[in-house]
């Protein structure tokens, strides 16, 4: 039988484990020894725990009583604050997934041919990135301020942005739009100069206009790239909770609470770990599903 | 003809781009112009954009003085620092010991590095705050960070970097009785600066923008980071919206300074952080 490189475990190589270190063999185990002890502290205990806690019922400070195998879940599914925050995490994220994709595309074809402002306007789609999420939530609070804001002004209309329960999704949007533009524009724009001229030339030569050289050439090749973006999109969408926290908690009506808010507000304000639980490893289950479907396009992701 | 063609329509493109570029930056516009409005000029009918005038920096000398902005910058600044030395310290030596050695158990504990990206941060914040508090670091500048000190994908990145380094020369230097932390002080760092740089900005970026966990971990005022604290003015002082904007100006010119310095930095750093996840 063949013995495969791959396969082969510790004992059965000792001619490169040799090589490779000598005598100290705890040495590696050494060097991991932190990252393994924050991770295993800090990342795998908190996420059994949470396991653990949505499986029963949990007392004061996080204290484990009894085993109630899914009746959290059960009665998780069937509770309308649940059914709401999964609704509006929903609607946010059908709403800012395509208009942020559209917007960074826009910009990342805007950008893609050096032209003598580039630099400008590269910097003014960039410049958004230095900002943080909770000066940029503080910014557009008062901005979209229903009288004192500039934003009605300039629009001539009078929403009440954060307010009215029939806008203040969309003032949240907006936050997340300014906050995830710009990154995605830069990633989109770096695979777009990775398309060789040559490819985008010769489909000029056979007579393609802007419109087939961007459907049949670039759009096809930044496809594993959009994919990519589309998941981790999603999946910050659904993580929504910082502009939530900041400008609305939570309202007007509930029209703003997403799902992480309200595991946090289950957590700390009402302190039902359980319920907070079962809710983090719903988004847990929603965001894993599509991180491997982000994994699986990054693989064909068209590297230089 | 041509060539005219393509220069009116490069036109009609970067006029495009300008104003899609002026919609993006209007918020750091109006934040920093807003700054210099007193609050019945902040609050008049219709708003206007500009101030009436520059010479009015009284917001800016009120939130240096009766707001603690200072003290929030500072502790971000700890924090950031803090928690960036560590994770790009225990990335570079679990990465050197993926990179160097084989060990039974390596694939199994690579993945388990590795998978760390796939469970959240935010979802694990109320387990993570109770493991905080029994370890007493409510209130703490390590306990601000010590939830994302183990970087996976820094780790990734640093081990593929250091894969690229000729194993010949750590053997040689063995040989020669150099060892492995020496190695790693004299080779390796000094050949690696420039991504080691680049992630270190990243994270630093990452910890000093880090919303969430510092905001559950701190109760005294004294201890807030420069993100928790500016969301805070308004209870302060519940009407001086020009204040606040005075203060977010302040806290976010060192970000936008270093930004246009570190521009390539974080550039990379975002791209290459991408292809992990």
Known sequence: ???????????????????????????????????????????????????????????????????????????????????????????????????????????????????????????????????????????????????????????????????????????????????????????????????????????????????????????????????????????????????????????????????????????????????????????????????????????????Q | MNAKKFRLSDAAVTAAALALGAVLVFPIVYCFLSSFKDLGEFMAYPPTLLPESFGNTGNFSKALTQTPILRFMLNSLIVALIGTALRILFAAMAAFAFAYYDFPGKKILFAVVLAIVMLPDDTLVVSNYLTVTKLRLLDNYLGMCITSLAGASQMFLLRQHFKTIPKEMYEAAQMDGCGSLNYIFRVIVPVSRPILMTLAVQSFIGFWNSYLWPLLVTNREEMRTVQVGVTMLTTLDATSYSLVMAAVTIVTAPSILLFLILRRNIVEGMSSGILVG
């Open chain 1, 1 to 303: 039988m063949l013995i495969s490189p791959e396969g082969a475990a510790g004992p059965s190589r000792p001619p490169r484990a040799r090589k490779k270190c000598r005598g100290k063999g705890y040495l590696p185990y050494l060097y991991l020894l932190p990252i393994l002890v924050f991770a295993a502290v800090f990342t795998y205990q908190p996420f059994f725990r949470v396991v653990v806690q949505s499986l029963g019922t949990v007392g004061a400070g996080g204290k484990f009583l009894k085993f109630v195998g899914l009746d959290n879940y059960r009665y998780l599914f069937g509770n309308g604050d649940f059914q709401n925050a999964f609704a509006v995490t929903m609607k946010l994220a059908a709403m800012f997934v395509p208009l942020n994709l559209a917007l960074s595309l826009t910009i990342a074809l805007l950008c893609s041919k050096k032209r003598r402002l580039s630099p400008v306007y590269e910097m003014m789609f960039l410049l958004p990135m230095a900002i943080s999420m909770s000066a940029l939530s503080m910014i557009f609070q008062l901005m979209l301020n229903p009288t004192s804001g500039i934003v009605n002004h300039l629009l001539g209309v009078d929403w009440g942005w954060f307010s009215d329960p029939r806008f203040a999704l969309y003032g949240i949007l907006l936050v997340c739009l300014w906050m995830g533009v710009p990154f995605d524009s830069l990633v989109l724009l770096a695979a777009m100069r990775n398309i060789p001229p040559s490819m985008l030339e010769a489909a000029t030569m056979d007579g393609a206009g802007p419109a087939a050289r961007l459907f049949y050439i670039r759009l096809p090749v930044l496809s594993p790239m959009i994919f990519y973006i589309v998941c981790t999109d999603v999946i910050a969408s659904v993580m929504t909770s910082g502009p939530v926290m900041i400008i609305t908690e939570g309202g007007p009506s509930r029209s703003t609470t997403t799902l992480i808010y309200m595991m946090y507000t289950s957590g700390f304000q009402s302190s039902n770990y359980s319920l907070a639980a079962c809710i983090s490893i719903f988004v847990f289950a929603l965001t894993l599903l599509f991180t491997l479907l982000a994994f699986s396009f990054e693989k064909k992701v068209y590297y």
